[in-house]
């Protein structure tokens, strides 16, 4: 089955940047889709296609995907940007989806 | 505005058989693919099972295949997920989740809250 492998845990500070990897063999000729999910809610799709946003999704959510790793890049992150975050990919051999393992990113 | 409201979920003994329900609205149902993923409590997000609108496609993780079946009926803006022989690893939130468009390998841009099921003796 394909693996796809995201750090436990992303700290960053106010107003910086965060960056989330997932990585998988050759991730970057697929398409990846993130989500996040804060406590106790239903997650959130905030990234798919590597790049596209949703509708109602700030411009400082934005992704890349190359070679094995695709990252999620949130610009000016505020307290509210605190969440698990995971990235999804669909194994076309397998032909089903497969989450990454989930990063929690904690807003210093 | 898209709603997904999850039922059926509940305590069930190892081998049994429960069927969830999503009723949706707000949106063109048939038009858009459907989609169940499960979280065990604590863990993380996993994806059981996908159906284009038409119904013409069905796909399913590896740990389901054989034991569930995911159906829609598009008179009754309704998907279902029948699952059987149930096991304790498949205690988990199950959310209902809205493609982005018709093909059932689209991402899910809408999610129900979730319905828990249990499975214990």
């Known amino acids: 089955s394909y693996v796809v492998t995201q750090p436990p845990s992303v700290s960053v500070a106010p107003g910086q940047t965060a960056r989330i990897t997932c990585g998988a063999n050759?991730?970057?000729?697929?398409?990846v889709h993130w989500y996040h999910q804060k406590p106790g809610q239903a997650p959130v799709l905030v990234v798919y296609?590597?790049?596209a946003r949703p509708s109602g999704i700030p411009e400082r959510f934005s992704g890349s995907n190359s070679g094995n790793t695709a990252t999620l890049i949130i610009t000016r992150v505020e307290a509210g940007d605190e969440a698990d975050y995971y990235c999804?990919?669909?194994?076309?051999?397998?032909?089903?989806?497969?989450f990454g393992t989930g990063t929690k990113v904690t807003v210093l | 505005e898209v709603q997904l409201v999850e039922s059926g979920g509940g305590l069930v003994q190892p081998g049994g058989s429960l069927r969830l329900s999503c009723a949706a609205s707000?949106?063109?149902?048939?038009?858009?693919?459907m989609n169940w993923i499960r979280q065990a409590p604590g863990k993380g997000l996993e994806w059981v099972s996908s159906?284009?609108?038409?119904?013409?496609?069905?796909y399913y993780a590896d740990l389901v295949k054989g034991r569930f079946t995911i159906s829609r009926d598009n008179s009754r803006n309704t998907v279902y997920l029948q699952m059987n022989s149930l096991r304790p690893e498949d205690t988990a939130v199950y959310y209902c989740?809205?493609?982005?468009?018709?093909?059932?390998?689209?991402?899910?841009?809408?999610w129900g809250q979730g319905t828990l099921v249990t499975v214990s003796s």
């Open positions: 707000g949106f063109t149902f048939s038009g858009f693919a």
């Open positions: 296609d590597d790049r």
């Open positions: 989740a809205r493609g982005l468009e018709e093909a059932a390998t689209n991402p899910q841009g809408s």
């Open positions: 159906i284009s609108g038409s119904a013409a496609y069905t």
């Open positions: 050759k991730i970057g000729s697929r398409s």
């Open positions: 999804q990919v669909w194994d076309t051999t397998g032909d089903q989806y497969v």
